[in-house]
């Protein structure tokens, strides 16, 4: 009777124990239903100026808290939109990523407002070599000669972004270097009157810079006689208003005569007794 009652007491805590562990990842699951909330992400990358349809997301649970600023849970409120910014899989879809509903796709659909895109026409050493992208950040570089006709060169504008190499705006493969002939770049309408004025009375040299570098370097440019000088070049105006200095040249003085020394003469002491005398010869 009692082996009985030991094993009817074991089956019950073991139902029971089941019983407790079932209710309770129950509760855990209802709760983690209610903090979490439908987030779309990307499928797959998605380009510049793609236009973006269903096929390329897919919804995701996300928590409520960290749902980030700007994201959709609806397909039907992207479909349609133009990406603006490249997003890769598994990135969520933002508004500022994309283009204002009603755009088009197309590169032009991926310039800011106020801002204008232009062509510049490169060669393998203007264009870094090939290693130039879509979302690069580049300097321009102008060699020109001055109303000196002294060749110089100098920085004409400082961190623009690359819309597109040759034909394409979408980012290839950076492990692979690729020679195009000309580069798309986002300026404003000044800074495009630079360029044009630029190229048209000199070469222009893309530089290549790190996409989080925003300080600008500003330079007086470089010149011929300051090719090989170590100090930096002094500014055209400064050197021209600079007043100039006379050199006043004064003669040596005039050396002052000396004596001679006079040649030293033997001398003799004579002693004598308690007496002590000097004679000189």
Do not use: C, Y
């Not at 492990?175 to 630079?194: D, G, I």
């Amino acid at each position: 009777m009692k082996s009985k009652r030991a094993i009817i007491m074991l089956a019950l805590s073991v139902l029971l124990g089941i019983a407790a562990v079932l209710l309770a990842a129950r509760w855990m699951g209802q709760q983690a239903a209610t903090d979490n909330t439908t987030v779309l992400v990307a499928s797959r990358d998605l380009e510049l100026g793609q236009a973006i349809s269903p096929t390329m997301l897919q919804s995701v649970q996300w928590p409520k808290g960290a749902v980030p600023e700007g994201a959709f849970d609806d397909p039907k409120k992207v479909e349609g939109r133009v990406v603006r910014s490249s997003i890769f899989k598994g990135e969520p879809v933002l508004a500022p990523k994309l283009a204002p509903e009603g755009t088009k796709a197309g590169l032009d659909s991926v310039i800011k407002a106020g801002h204008r895109a232009i062509t510049v026409k490169v060669n393998e050493v203007v264009g870094v070599a090939g290693f130039l992208a879509p979302g690069s950040f580049v300097d321009l570089l102008v060699n020109f000669r001055d109303e000196r006709e002294k060749p110089m060169s100098r920085v004409v504008l400082e961190r623009i972004m690359v819309l597109a190499i040759a034909q394409e705006a979408q980012r290839p493969d950076e492990t692979k270097p690729k020679v195009v002939n000309a580069v798309t770049l986002e300026v404003t309408p000044e800074q495009a009157e630079k360029i044009d004025l630029a190229r048209n009375i000199g070469t222009l040299s893309l530089i290549l810079r790190n996409q989080v570098d925003t300080q600008d370097a500003a330079t007086d440019g470089v010149r011929q006689q300051n090719l090989f000088s170590a100090e930096p070049p002094a500014p055209v105006a400064a050197a021209a208003s600079a007043p100039v200095k006379k050199v006043v040249r004064r003669s040596p003085p005039k050396p002052v005569a000396t004596k001679p020394a006079e040649e030293p003469k033997d001398r003799v002491e004579v002693i004598r007794g308690l007496q002590k005398a000097t004679a000189e010869f």
